[in-house]
């Protein structure tokens, strides 16, 4: 059960559509929640935004600057090196376009009260009758792809690695594998699990099999005004590339 938790959630020009009512009812629903809004060096409004949003928050919500744009992975990194000072048992972070619905975090908490030795949480697009999974069929088709590269890489049976929307204990095993900036600008979630793998093998003679749940999503929407084009799955496959070289190694 996730009773105390910090999400970060990295913001890039999301002035026009950070839905601050959305964020206000999940703090409404979930008592243990706090929320970091990263302001990832944007060039709009989205400092106002977000920095009036907290204001209302009575101190669940904080906002995090960034001087320059450095990037989601820097943005995700950082804030969450923040989030794991704020005493929650579990930090994790989120889209801002909440493509992934924050009502998911019933199911994550569920997941996480079912697998007691669980150490991450992660939301996985499966495609199935009676789910509301809205994807891009192209996307869809290249995310397939990826996502069966990437498990190859891992040596881990992970069906998808890609969602925005995961969530981890918050222990010194997270910490250390956030102490240095990721090598990957597109795909640092799997170069995260790769860390956390390695960390868990080390210190428990067990790799993430025993640790990582992957939490099959009732709903996602793919939101339309994302930064990720197609050419970015060739550099993510060229990143994917250097991550399995340095897990070889």
């Not at 799997?190 to 210190?203: F, G, I, P, S």
Request: proline share 3%; charged share 25%.
């Amino acid at each position: 059960m996730l009773e105390t938790l910090t999400l970060v959630v990295p913001c890039y020009n999301e002035a026009n559509r950070f839905d601050a009512g959305r964020f206000g009812e999940a703090l409404g629903r979930f008592p243990g929640l706090q929320l970091l809004l990263v302001n990832d060096g944007s060039s709009d409004g989205t400092e106002a935004v977000i920095s009036a949003f907290a204001a209302t928050s009575a101190g669940r919500v904080r906002t995090l600057s960034l001087a320059q744009n450095r990037g989601k992975a820097e943005a995700v990194r950082v804030g969450m090196q923040d989030a794991l000072g704020s005493g929650a048992a579990w930090v994790g972070f989120w889209d801002a376009d909440l493509a992934t619905p924050l009502e998911a975090l019933e199911e994550f908490s569920a997941a996480a009260a079912r697998h007691g030795e669980a150490r991450a949480l992660i939301g996985s697009r499966v495609r199935l009758l009676g789910r509301e999974i809205d994807r891009n069929p192209v996307r869809h088709v290249l995310g397939r792809m990826f996502a069966t590269a990437a498990s190859v890489t891992l040596d881990l049976p992970v069906y998808d690695t890609q969602c925005g929307a995961k969530i981890f204990l918050a222990d010194e095993t997270l910490r250390s594998a956030l102490q240095e900036p990721f090598a990957s600008r597109w795909i640092f979630d799997v170069e995260l699990l790769q860390r956390l793998d390695t960390a868990w093998l080390r210190t428990t003679g067990r790799r993430a099999t025993a640790y990582l749940i992957e939490v099959p999503l009732l709903a996602w929407q793919d939101v339309k005004g994302s930064s990720v084009r197609g050419r970015d799955f060739l550099r993510a496959g060229a990143e994917l590339a250097v991550i399995r070289s340095r897990r070889a190694r």
